[in-house]
């Protein structure tokens, strides 16, 4: 584990210059000594209670600091274990430098690390590893999707399906030992199926779990769907449209649009990002023959993409896309009375027929990919995938070793080893270089 020091810790929990109001932060054994020199009010500070006043001191000069808001928790019954203060000052961002300036000049009083408050919430034992790391994507959820996802982890869900396997493993360790306590006796070790059927289960539920990354992954980082076709068949056109904006440049000279574009927008609670792309041409100018390729390269990352066809221009569909979900869209509907049959969509930029059906396909093709995890659970980070891989993998030593017939001591070892591995999801078992690259990606004041 990690040192923990005993120093007081101080840090504005709000980003400067956000406005509303800002929220600065003091944890550790000093916080109660240094508010009371810095705030006044005419009433007393109880814990959990938020207590007016002014923010009054030798350092701050009249007219700096007006009103505030002093809550107090007193540890442990503080989010980080130790006494905690928050001061709920204007948002202004000179005033909440000022403030944290002022505050590291009082004795005993350093500025907080990236992620401390968190860490030390989790050194204290009031949220395991995986409850921490559900602020840092509770932060940064940018839809209702990854919100969910993020306070579904943040409420325990990853936790508890961790608990209930860790407890299979216990049951079964307990077997053993069991059988060990018996060994001196000569008594001929048989592997009950009681060992096989529990891990055999805790083993398909690691695979589902791990079958929910991709889509978690798409939480984390949005669905991607470029907008794909020849050159002039209107892909900027849709894209403005789709965004409703005009974002991309539109003219009808074909290969227009070099540099891909992107930008998110939400569908059914997802963020979804468009990407405006080049034409698919043959071509001899340099520039353009790099905007195709990126086109290519969006193809080969892209999650759904809109193919986009017109009467005056010929998209062939790329090798690259055979594998990826699509919607097939006709374009410029008003310019011809007959078109192909075999498309899903037939749109019209210039007269916006059309685009409430593609944007109902487009609708439909996110709640298709949408899935709903193991007990609550959909994996979205590196590291609990890494984690549950090589989980996966150490359950299937130890059934190995089972119907192997090992002997009941080299059993109990690899199940040792498995359940060390699942300590890694809550923290029992992570090794301090991981704990400090996890809390070093969260924001300072968090
Ligand atoms: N009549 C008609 N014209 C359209 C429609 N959609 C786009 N256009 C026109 O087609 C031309 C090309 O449109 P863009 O959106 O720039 O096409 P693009 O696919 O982005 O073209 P590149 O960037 O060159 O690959 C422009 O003159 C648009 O006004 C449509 O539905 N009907
Ligand atoms: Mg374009």
Same mark, same amino acid.
């Given at each position: 584990m990690l040192p923990f020091d005993e120093d007081t810790i101080v840090a504005i929990s709000t980003p400067p210059g956000i406005g509303g109001l800002a929220v600065v932060r003091i944890s550790g054994p000093l916080a109660l000594d240094t508010i009371s020199q810095y705030f006044t009010s005419p009433q007393e500070l109880t814990p959990r209670y938020a207590t007016y006043g002014k923010l009054k001191h030798a350092d701050l000069s009249e007219g700096e600091f007006d009103d505030c808001i002093v809550t107090f928790f007193k540890g442990p019954h503080s989010v980080t274990g130790e006494d905690l203060v928050e001061i709920s000052i204007h948002g202004g961002a000179y005033l909440q430098q000022k403030l944290l300036e002022v505050l590291l000049r009082a004795p005993g009083l350093r500025a907080a690390s990236a992620g401390e408050f968190t860490f030390r919430s989790f050194l204290s034992g009031r949220i395991d590893l995986s409850r921490a790391e559900? @602020?840092?994507?509770?932060?940064?959820?940018?839809?209702?999707? &990854?919100?969910?996802? &993020?306070?579904?982890?943040?409420?325990?869900?990853?936790?508890?399906?961790?608990?209930?396997?860790?407890?299979?493993?216990?049951?079964?360790?307990?077997?053993? %030992?069991?059988?060990?306590?018996?060994?001196?006796?000569?008594?001929?070790?048989?592997? =009950?199926?009681?060992?096989?059927?529990?891990?055999?289960?805790?083993?398909?539920?690691?695979?589902?779990?791990?079958?929910?990354?991709?889509?978690?992954? +798409? /939480? %984390?980082?949005?669905?991607?769907?470029?907008?794909?076709?020849? =050159?002039? #068949?209107?892909?900027?056109?849709?894209f403005n449209l789709l965004l409703g904006e005009e974002r991309? !440049? @539109?003219?009808?000279?074909?290969?227009? *649009?070099?540099? *891909? !574009?992107?930008?998110?927008?939400? @569908? &059914?609670?997802?963020s979804i990002i468009l990407?405006?792309?080049?034409?698919?041409?043959?071509?001899?100018?340099?520039?353009?023959? #790099?905007?195709?390729?990126? #086109?290519? $390269?969006? !193809?080969?990352?892209?999650?759904?993409?809109?193919?986009?066809?017109?009467? $005056?221009?010929? *998209?062939? !569909? =790329?090798?690259? /896309?055979?594998? *990826?979900?699509?919607?097939?869209?006709?374009n410029k509907i008003d310019l011809v009375s007959d078109h192909p049959r075999d498309m899903d969509i037939y749109l019209s930029c210039a007269t916006g027929e059309g685009l409430d059906l593609l944007k109902k396909s487009l609708y439909t093709q996110v709640v298709n990919m949408i899935n709903?995890?193991?007990?609550?659970?959909?994996l979205n980070s590196e590291r609990h995938r890494d984690v549950f891989v090589r989980f996966r993998g150490q359950i299937a030593t130890c059934l190995d070793?089972?119907?192997?017939?090992?002997?009941?001591?080299?059993?109990?070892?690899?199940? +040792?080893?498995?359940?060390?591995?699942?300590?890694?999801?809550?923290?029992?078992?992570t090794p301090d270089d991981i704990l400090n690259q996890i809390f070093s990606g969260f924001c300072v004041g968090k």
């Amino acid at each position: 584990m990690l040192p923990f020091d005993e120093d007081t810790i101080v840090a504005i929990s709000t980003p400067p210059g956000i406005g509303g109001l800002a929220v600065v932060r003091i944890s550790g054994p000093l916080a109660l000594d240094t508010i009371s020199q810095y705030f006044t009010s005419p009433q007393e500070l109880t814990p959990r209670y938020a207590t007016y006043g002014k923010l009054k001191h030798a350092d701050l000069s009249e007219g700096e600091f007006d009103d505030c808001i002093v809550t107090f928790f007193k540890g442990p019954h503080s989010v980080t274990g130790e006494d905690l203060v928050e001061i709920s000052i204007h948002g202004g961002a000179y005033l909440q430098q000022k403030l944290l300036e002022v505050l590291l000049r009082a004795p005993g009083l350093r500025a907080a690390s990236a992620g401390e408050f968190t860490f030390r919430s989790f050194l204290s034992g009031r949220i395991d590893l995986s409850r921490a790391e559900a @602020v840092a994507d509770l932060i940064h959820a940018k839809d209702k999707a &990854a919100h969910k996802n &993020a306070r579904n982890q943040f409420l325990g869900n990853l936790r508890l399906l961790v608990d209930s396997m860790s407890d299979k493993l216990i049951h079964s360790l307990t077997v053993l %030992e069991a059988e060990l306590d018996f060994s001196d006796q000569e008594i001929d070790f048989s592997p =009950p199926q009681a060992l096989i059927d529990p891990l055999s289960e805790i083993k398909t539920t690691a695979e589902a779990l791990l079958d929910t990354y991709f889509y978690g992954r +798409r /939480l %984390e980082e949005g669905i991607r769907v470029p907008l794909v076709g020849a =050159p002039n #068949s209107g892909k900027s056109s849709l894209f403005n449209l789709l965004l409703g904006e005009e974002r991309a !440049i @539109v003219t009808a000279q074909a290969g227009t *649009t070099r540099d *891909t !574009i992107e930008k998110a927008i939400v @569908v &059914a609670g997802h963020s979804i990002i468009l990407v405006d792309t080049a034409g698919l041409r043959e071509t001899q100018s340099e520039a353009e023959l #790099s905007g195709v390729d990126r #086109s290519l $390269d969006e !193809i080969d990352n892209a999650d759904l993409v809109i193919l986009v066809h017109a009467p $005056d221009t010929e *998209t062939s !569909i =790329p090798d690259e /896309l055979i594998h *990826t979900p699509q919607i097939a869209v006709f374009n410029k509907i008003d310019l011809v009375s007959d078109h192909p049959r075999d498309m899903d969509i037939y749109l019209s930029c210039a007269t916006g027929e059309g685009l409430d059906l593609l944007k109902k396909s487009l609708y439909t093709q996110v709640v298709n990919m949408i899935n709903e995890g193991v007990g609550g659970v959909v994996l979205n980070s590196e590291r609990h995938r890494d984690v549950f891989v090589r989980f996966r993998g150490q359950i299937a030593t130890c059934l190995d070793s089972i119907r192997g017939e090992l002997g009941p001591e080299y059993i109990a070892s690899d199940l +040792r080893l498995a359940l060390d591995i699942l300590g890694e999801i809550t923290g029992k078992t992570t090794p301090d270089d991981i704990l400090n690259q996890i809390f070093s990606g969260f924001c300072v004041g968090k």
